[in-house]
């Protein structure tokens, strides 16, 4: 069975900057599979961060646009989500998602990660 697991998070000061990695278990390769991410904040619904195909083409929500990079290591099976300039409504609980099709906005990602807190002061 696929397995995802989140690493990186943790605590940062308004401006600072995190790298999140999401490895992928379960089959040989994910070449294959859209990943990103999700995100969730207390009190919030669940919402689309960034992702990127099979070959590498990313979409990323308006939100993060220009402070978070997605990218895909194929050979190790991970996806990171650089994150700069992080704001305090970026804290929330980030979810690695992957599927063998789309994953972005209104789709429901067929395997998710445990997810990894980011947490954001002022």
């Known amino acids: 069975q696929v397995q995802l697991v989140e690493s990186g998070g943790g605590s940062v000061q308004a401006g600072g900057s995190l790298t999140l990695a999401c490895t992928a278990s379960g089959r040989r390769t994910f070449s294959d599979y859209s990943m990103g991410w999700f995100r969730q904040a207390p009190g919030k619904e669940r919402e689309f961060v960034s992702e990127?195909?099979?070959?590498?083409?990313?979409k990323t929500a308006s939100s993060v646009k220009g402070r978070f990079t997605i990218s895909r290591d194929n050979t190790k099976n991970t996806v990171y989500l650089q994150m700069n300039s992080l704001k305090p409504e970026d804290t929330a609980v980030y979810y690695c998602?992957?599927?063998?099709?789309?994953?972005?906005?209104?789709?429901?990602?067929?395997?998710w990660g445990q997810g990894t807190q980011v947490t954001v002061s002022s």
């Open positions: 998602a992957a599927d063998p099709s789309y994953i972005g906005p209104g789709a429901t990602p067929g395997h």
């Open positions: 990127v195909s099979w070959n590498k083409s990313s």
